[in-house]
């Protein structure tokens, strides 16, 4: 089945070690998003790829990256995590940027 | 800036009542989304309106989009325990090309 597939399902790792988490899609959508959900709350849009172009939110940290090497993969790199990083995060893919989003099923982080 | 708000925050409910959330945009909305999620969960798809005034069903929920395009409503009919979740609605507008999301509403029922 098409799917949106992140790796791993929980990641812990130390105060300020950066981590990297992943996401892959088998559905050739144009669009990957990136959302960081704490808890009780919606999804915060951190940023997204619409093909190979990059789009930051405006109050993204910087300590926040991306990648996207090919129309499958996409990346999320912290790089110094502070304990108020610690969430679930959420990668989403759309076929264009107002059509209805598919998410995979998160990465929990937890910081030590 | 965009923003969509959604009431209640939460909501408990007797299993086999009914249930409405509500979803209101400071803009003019090109389309909305409802998504639920399941605790633990992820996010997943539900429906997208477009046009002024659409209603949507699927099964005991119906969807609704406001004329003006700036409000929309999901109303469960006869709630089941499988209906607990948050529901977010999420409006798009070309403008700022983005979506955003509501707060969700938590729905909660007691069997």
């Known amino acids: 089945d098409a799917m949106v597939i992140q790796n791993p399902r929980y990641q812990v790792t130390q105060f300020g070690k950066p981590v990297t988490l992943s996401c892959s899609q088998t559905?050739?959508?144009?669009?990957m998003y990136w959302y960081q959900q704490k808890s009780s709350q919606a999804p915060k849009l951190l940023f997204h790829y619409y093909d190979k172009d990059f789009n930051n939110e405006a109050d993204t940290p910087d300590n926040f990256q991306s990648r996207r090497p090919n129309t499958s993969f996409c990346f999320l790199d912290i790089r110094s995590p502070g304990l108020g990083d610690a969430a679930m995060y959420l990668c989403a893919t759309s076929t264009t940027l107002n059509q209805p989003q598919h998410f995979g099923d998160g990465t929990r982080l937890s910081i030590l | 800036g965009q923003q969509v708000m959604q009431i209640p925050q939460y909501q408990h409910v007797q299993e086999g009542e009914d249930f409405t959330t509500y979803c209101n945009s400071s803009?003019?909305?090109?389309?909305i989304q409802w998504y639920k999620q399941r605790p633990g969960g992820h996010p997943v798809f539900l429906i997208q309106l477009v046009k002024s005034g659409e209603v949507k069903k699927q099964k005991r929920l119906t969807f609704q989009f406001g004329e003006a395009k700036k409000n929309s409503s999901l109303h469960i009919t006869a709630t089941q325990t499988t209906d607990v979740g948050t529901y977010f609605c999420?409006?798009?507008?070309?403008?700022?090309?983005?979506?955003?999301f509501g707060g969700g509403t938590r729905l909660m029922v007691k069997p």
């Open positions: 559905l050739n959508h144009n669009v």
């Open positions: 999420a409006g798009w507008r070309y403008a700022g090309n983005m979506l955003t």
């Open positions: 803009t003019t909305l090109s389309n």
